[in-house]
């Protein structure tokens, strides 16, 4: 089965991504709130795109995967404003919302969310669920784990975490109707194309991390968890 496969092909570059040490960080409750606001700022801007992403995918499917259209539909239903909730989040941690909705992303988010629309636009239209490969994956694997911990490392209310933990269960859901549609590609030349779209996210995604603001030093960490 293509799902399958799919993952066997893109575990280096899922791993690499899960390396990334401000992903590590934020686990273990190490990251602090001006990398939490700037991570959310960040996915204000690739999810903004999410619903257009998949517009433009659907119209672009041929006509063999005319039935595939229904299941874009299905995702875009799911997926239609998101982005506000991520607005909603950043007002709960002290951040101004609309700074963010009037500013621009990172060179790293522009990058990605421009290979995922290059993608559909000049090479295969089915190439974007290799990006919904790498989200939803990166979300069910440590979303609601990692809002647990940031929010009890930063004593944030709950209400900060509305992107992270929906995400971490509705993404489960996502996973299982997504592996059922992706084991439904049996085309060689479309089955390449997503994996290679899945291991160029992989990486695009971990630059949006790596772009976040540095963690301080472990040392400097403890000794403010001291002075406190």
């Not at 919302?97 to 522009?110: I, K």
């Not at 944030?156 to 859901?173: I, K, N, R, V």
Request: aromatic letters at 8%; glycine letters at 6%; a negative charge.
């Amino acid at each position: 089965m293509f799902f399958k496969e799919l993952q066997q092909a893109t575990e280096i570059s899922r791993q690499s991504l899960f390396g990334v040490p401000v992903i590590i960080d934020a686990l273990h409750g190490q990251i602090t709130l001006e990398q939490y606001r700037a991570f959310l700022t960040q996915a204000y801007h690739h999810v903004k795109h999410t619903v257009p992403l998949l517009m433009a995918c659907g119209s672009r499917l041929p006509a063999r995967y005319n039935a595939l259209r229904s299941s874009v539909a299905h995702y875009i239903e799911e997926e239609i404003g998101h982005e506000e909730w991520i607005l909603n989040d950043i007002a709960a941690c002290g951040g101004d919302p609309e700074a963010v909705r009037a500013g621009l992303p990172s060179l790293a988010t522009e990058v990605m969310v421009a290979y995922a629309y290059h993608q559909i636009d000049r090479g295969n239209p089915l190439s974007f669920f290799g990006m919904v490969h790498v989200l939803e994956g990166t979300s069910t694997a440590i979303a609601t784990n990692a809002a647990t911990v940031i929010r009890d490392s930063l004593a944030l209310p709950q209400s900060a975490f509305t992107y992270l933990t929906s995400h971490g269960s509705l993404d489960l859901e996502h996973v299982v109707f997504f592996e059922k549609l992706m084991n439904e590609i049996v085309d060689a030349d479309d089955q390449a194309a997503i994996i290679h779209s899945a291991n160029a996210m992989y990486r695009l995604y971990g630059d949006i991390f790596r772009s976040l603001p540095s963690s301080p030093p472990r040392s400097q960490t403890a000794a403010a968890a001291l002075a406190a």
